[in-house]
């Protein structure tokens, strides 16, 4: 007796012994599933028939009528959907091969309303054919390119994201996938994706910026794909589509994508920079010259966003709830000065002067907010150590920066110790204690503001205190500083002059609180 061959009796093989049956009694039978897996040889041969795997393939891809049985508007279409992922070599070969019974999955998605429990199934079909005939599914696609902009808004279903993400990150990899990536650039994939940030398609902006970021961080200088989502065609589309009316989805998640397309510049990210420091704007990378074009609405968007939610603090007043618009702009701002191109930096204090005063005010205004007092200091830590001197000497004129950091300095007293935004005021203040020693006109001119002296040596002293070398760490590492690491006694890691050490961009969500959290949701 060949053992591979044996299989314990079920009750699918007393119905294969009828002389008549339908499909929907063997769908009916638990066992069906496993039996189909296990290869018995008169349950596979009935399956494989023509009319068989078109009514499987119906049972996934069509809603059954409202007044239909339980059973076939639940059981039979996982039931088809488990035997079409069977892994059965002869089966799968059919569905590639005959272009009806693929294509009738494909076009599924034509149905913008289709049912998403539906589209889970299918997709997943989808992706075990490409599984063991990858060859054959690109070719369809690659024949009906019109199906991926089918596809795309259902990205909110996870197993339509998964089947995109091995799209554009796996299937290159693979021998038989070989110019996948630059295909896709051909039929214009990216413009698809970012032409979704519209306000329309707002349940799937989260998942375009997944892979559009993923395609960021991901691609070398190389890849096809990364150079034409960075072009100007494709950033005039992404500006373009955040900035319509009535979609803070579309704005919040496209300047996700803004945000991580300046921090794939920084040499510190991807260890080249091919561009001066102070090289004038027209030579600076495109998407850097775009932000320099959208600033003005930017920072109006920073000071007065377009939608405002009030919420109840845990001491019971009603406040402004900081909101994800704010905390989008100021990343892409932290990232944009963090590259260090001097025109840029120059543009925002000349330009813009109003806005970083304003700025240092949301530090007073949400006093509460950890990331808002960590990114604002970044930002103005930025400008003071890289802005040129006749620019920096400008700025500390026009914005009365000074005055505000000794005023308020003197808002910790013994009665109040743990003012959060204490240890950011001070290490603004050690930034520009640094850059006052290099400049003689600077210096001057800080000397001359009464208090100014005493508010430098608590900088410093403050600074020292536990030996930080960045007081605002390094925007591009995702690691958190630990009491540990700093020799931080538990004694001081309480105390709120330390906090500053504990926050970075990437727990923006963490530090928000939940009621802001929920009333952004």
Same mark, same amino acid.
């Given at each position: 007796?060949?053992?591979?061959?044996?299989?314990?009796?079920?009750?699918?093989?007393?119905?294969?012994? /009828?002389?008549?049956?339908?499909?929907?009694?063997?769908?009916?039978?638990?066992?069906?599933?496993?039996?189909?897996?296990?290869?018995?040889?008169?349950?596979?041969?009935?399956?494989?028939?023509?009319?068989?795997?078109?009514?499987?393939?119906?049972?996934?891809?069509?809603?059954?009528?409202?007044?239909?049985?339980?059973?076939?508007?639940?059981?039979?279409?996982?039931? %088809?959907? *488990?035997?079409?992922?069977?892994? $059965?070599?002869?089966?799968?070969?059919?569905?590639?091969?005959?272009?009806?019974?693929?294509?009738?999955?494909?076009?599924?998605?034509?149905?913008?309303? %289709?049912?998403?429990?539906?589209?889970?199934?299918?997709?997943?079909?989808?992706?075990?054919?490409?599984?063991?005939?990858?060859?054959?599914?690109?070719?369809?696609?690659?024949?009906?390119?019109?199906?991926?902009?089918?596809?795309?808004?259902?990205?909110?279903?996870?197993?339509? &994201?998964?089947?995109?993400?091995?799209?554009? !990150?796996?299937?290159?990899?693979?021998?038989?996938?070989?110019?996948?990536?630059?295909?896709?650039?051909?039929?214009?994939?990216?413009?698809?994706?970012?032409?979704?940030?519209?306000?329309?398609?707002?349940?799937?902006?989260?998942?375009?910026?997944?892979?559009?970021?993923?395609?960021?961080?991901?691609?070398?200088?190389? #890849?096809?794909?990364?150079?034409?989502?960075?072009?100007? *065609?494709?950033? +005039?589309?992404?500006?373009?589509?955040? !900035?319509?009316?009535?979609?803070?989805?579309?704005?919040?998640?496209?300047?996700?994508? $803004?945000?991580?397309?300046?921090?794939?510049?920084?040499?510190?990210?991807?260890?080249?920079?091919?561009?001066?420091?102070?090289?004038?704007?027209?030579?600076?990378?495109?998407?850097?010259?775009?932000?320099?074009?959208?600033?003005?609405?930017?920072?109006?968007?920073?000071?007065?966003?377009?939608?405002?939610?009030?919420?109840?603090?845990?001491?019971?007043?009603?406040?402004?709830?900081?909101?994800?618009?704010?905390?989008?702009?100021?990343?892409?701002?932290?990232?944009?000065?963090?590259?260090?191109?001097?025109?840029?930096?120059?543009?925002?204090? @000349?330009?813009?002067?109003?806005?970083?005063?304003? %700025? !240092?005010?949301?530090?007073?205004? !949400? #006093?509460?907010?950890?990331?808002?007092?960590?990114?604002?200091?970044?930002?103005?830590?930025?400008?003071?150590?890289?802005?040129?001197?006749?620019?920096?000497?400008?700025?500390?004129?026009? @914005?009365?920066?000074?005055?505000?950091?000794?005023?308020? @300095?003197?808002?910790?007293?013994?009665?109040?110790?743990?003012?959060?935004?204490?240890?950011?005021? &001070?290490?603004?203040?050690?930034?520009?204690?640094?850059?006052?020693?290099?400049?003689?006109?600077?210096?001057?001119?800080?000397?001359?503001?009464?208090?100014?002296?005493? &508010?430098?040596? /608590? @900088?410093? +002293?403050?600074?020292?205190?536990?030996?930080?070398?960045?007081?605002?760490?390094?925007?591009?590492? +995702?690691?958190?500083? +630990?009491?540990?690491?700093?020799?931080?006694?538990?004694?001081?890691?309480?105390?709120?002059?330390?906090?500053?050490?504990?926050?970075?961009?990437?727990?923006?969500?963490?530090?928000?609180?939940?009621?802001?959290?929920?009333?952004?949701?």
């Amino acid at each position: 007796m060949n053992w591979a061959e044996f299989s314990f009796p079920s009750p699918v093989d007393d119905i294969i012994k /009828r002389a008549s049956f339908t499909l929907e009694d063997l769908l009916d039978e638990d066992d069906v599933v496993h039996d189909i897996r296990s290869q018995k040889e008169e349950l596979k041969e009935y399956l494989l028939k023509k009319e068989s795997l078109t009514r499987l393939v119906q049972y996934v891809t069509q809603d059954a009528p409202s007044d239909a049985s339980e059973s076939v508007k639940y059981r039979y279409p996982v039931v %088809a959907y *488990e035997i079409l992922i069977s892994e $059965i070599d002869k089966l799968d070969r059919e569905l590639v091969q005959n272009e009806d019974l693929l294509g009738r999955l494909f076009k599924f998605f034509q149905n913008p309303n %289709a049912n998403p429990l539906l589209a889970n199934l299918v997709i997943r079909v989808i992706c075990s054919l490409m599984n063991s005939r990858l060859a054959g599914v690109l070719d369809y696609i690659k024949k009906n390119p019109q199906t991926l902009e089918d596809i795309i808004p259902f990205l909110h279903v996870a197993s339509v &994201f998964e089947f995109l993400h091995r799209l554009v !990150f796996s299937v290159e990899s693979e021998y038989e996938g070989k110019g996948t990536l630059d295909w896709l650039t051909q039929i214009n994939f990216h413009k698809s994706l970012l032409s979704k940030f519209h306000p329309e398609s707002a349940v799937i902006h989260p998942e375009i910026s997944r892979l559009m970021v993923e395609i960021l961080l991901t691609s070398g200088e190389t #890849s096809p794909l990364l150079q034409k989502v960075t072009e100007p *065609e494709s950033l +005039d589309t992404l500006f373009e589509k955040i !900035f319509l009316p009535n979609n803070p989805t579309g704005f919040r998640y496209g300047m996700t994508v $803004i945000s991580y397309m300046l921090r794939s510049l920084n040499p510190e990210f991807r260890g080249f920079d091919n561009i001066s420091a102070d090289a004038p704007t027209e030579q600076l990378p495109l998407v850097v010259q775009k932000v320099i074009q959208f600033l003005p609405k930017l920072m109006e968007n920073v000071l007065s966003p377009p939608s405002q939610r009030m919420i109840t603090n845990q001491l019971g007043q009603t406040v402004e709830a900081f909101g994800f618009i704010r905390v989008t702009i100021l990343q892409c701002l932290d990232h944009f000065l963090a590259l260090g191109y001097t025109t840029a930096i120059n543009e925002v204090v @000349s330009s813009h002067s109003d806005f970083l005063a304003s %700025a !240092f005010e949301l530090i007073l205004q !949400f #006093s509460m907010n950890n990331f808002c007092h960590l990114v604002v200091g970044r930002i103005l830590a930025s400008i003071i150590s890289l802005a040129d001197d006749d620019t920096i000497i400008e700025y500390i004129k026009k @914005s009365s920066l000074p005055q505000a950091l000794i005023a308020h @300095s003197n808002d910790v007293t013994p009665t109040t110790p743990h003012v959060l935004y204490a240890p950011f005021i &001070f290490r603004i203040g050690f930034i520009l204690v640094q850059r006052q020693q290099t400049l003689d006109t600077l210096n001057s001119l800080l000397n001359s503001i009464d208090g100014w002296e005493e &508010f430098a040596t /608590r @900088s410093i +002293d403050e600074n020292n205190k536990y030996l930080q070398p960045n007081p605002f760490g390094d925007s591009y590492d +995702d690691d958190d500083t +630990d009491d540990k690491t700093l020799s931080i006694s538990d004694e001081e890691s309480d105390d709120s002059s330390n906090d500053a050490h504990d926050y970075d961009t990437s727990q923006a969500e963490i530090l928000l609180s939940k009621l802001e959290i929920e009333a952004a949701a």
